[in-house]
């Protein structure tokens, strides 16, 4: 029998998501679902409640444990009222109970990007598998993602892991890609003048830094850039002299490093998350129309065809990225060839007013479940 909002949602035929949590509301996952939902037409109010903004370096001790606490208080006096459904923002995995408590029975629905377990355990190693605070990370994790109405990863292998990991019905769990701000991403009047590489990312395991860098001392005759830092920054005091390295730069300049790279890379770690994600980064790519190189993986053919809209390499080699990177550099002709068609395929599988449809048809089959 439908509830009092599925009644209000047929009857007006249009839907209002409460975008809630403690989600880092600069980060491109959030901010991307929330302007894609709105140019879908879905009125979109947010109840957020600040808790990851420093960059995700929220440390496990007693002083965030009480921030946290007080975040998770502020949430649950929090109200859902003209809402349709609660959509839990990312890092949203300590805010389930609290969604599940303002929701009154409307649908939750989380948007958690990744397994907390999975990144901070077996892919960063920050936490000992048999610690107590890794115990607490399982629970908290399995607790958030059976506690959801419907679970929206970033791709259909996301999905897959998701299913068997939590043990999932298969219709709680879909798939949207993480895309770009097509505002900001996309081709534009810069083009570029010599070729170098372009590497834009955090600094951990799931990148292949490594990788990266062996490919680059391979290949002394072309300029690498590397934006970010991170877990890894100490990987860097012995990189090669063809890299330059910036820890940060602003994200509205980000488009113009793309524009004027001659490719762009994606993630070349070999953990299975790896092989699981597409990266912002390629997006970024894809969108500016800069020639992309990534590693082959499931989640990336996808969207990806090698040779096509971009090169796909083998994870962890840096031999074949290296020799990838080479005949970018020697073939013009193949870099425009792939820029052109990375755009397409961005515009027709990935750009904001596609996934916002996507999103839009998830929440209105939630709706009418």
């Not at 605070?133 to 292998?157: S, Y």
Request: aromatic share 8%.
């Amino acid at each position: 029998m439908p509830n009092s909002w599925s009644r209000r949602f047929f009857a007006n035929a249009g839907v209002q998501i409460l975008y809630f949590g403690t989600y880092e509301r600069d980060y491109p996952r959030n901010a991307q679902v929330i302007s894609c939902l709105r140019r879908a037409g879905v009125e979109v109010v947010e109840s957020h409640a600040p808790l990851w903004e420093q960059r995700h370096k929220l440390a496990f001790g007693a002083r965030s444990m009480v921030r946290a606490l007080r975040a998770e208080a502020r949430l649950v006096r929090r109200s859902a009222e003209g809402a349709d459904a609660v959509l839990v923002g990312y890092p949203g995995h300590l805010d389930m109970s609290a969604a599940k408590r303002v929701a009154r029975g409307r649908p939750v629905v989380f948007n958690p990007l990744v397994s907390l377990e999975e990144t901070m355990i077996e892919d960063r190693g920050l936490l000992k598998e048999r610690s107590a605070a890794a115990g607490a990370i399982r629970l908290v994790d399995r607790t958030a993602f059976r506690r959801a109405d419907l679970v929206v990863a970033d791709t259909d292998a996301h999905a897959r892991y998701f299913i068997e990991r939590f043990g999932l019905a298969a219709d709680r769990v879909a798939a949207c890609y993480v895309g770009a701000d097509d505002q900001l991403f996309a081709p534009g009047p810069f083009e570029a003048t010599s070729f170098h590489v372009l590497f834009v990312g955090k600094l951990i395991p799931l990148h292949g830094l490594e990788t990266i860098l062996k490919a680059a001392e391979l290949c002394p005759e072309t300029e690498f850039r590397i934006v970010g830092s991170g877990q890894l920054d100490e990987v860097l005091t012995t990189m090669p002299g063809n890299v330059r390295h910036e820890p940060w730069v602003e994200y509205d300049r980000l488009p113009d490093l793309y524009r004027l790279a001659g490719c762009a890379l994606g993630i070349f770690g070999v953990s299975a998350k790896a092989a699981r994600v597409i990266p912002n980064k390629a997006f970024h790519a894809l969108a500016t129309e800069t020639p992309l190189v990534t590693s082959d993986t499931p989640a990336a053919r996808e969207l990806l065809e090698d040779g096509h809209n971009a090169l796909l390499v083998p994870p962890g080699d840096p031999s074949a990225l290296a020799a990838a990177i080479r005949r970018l550099a020697d073939d013009a002709g193949l870099r425009h060839r792939l820029a052109a068609n990375g755009r397409l395929t961005y515009v027709e599988q990935a750009s904001e007013p596609v996934l916002g449809a996507r999103w839009r048809s998830l929440l209105e089959d939630l709706l009418r479940r």
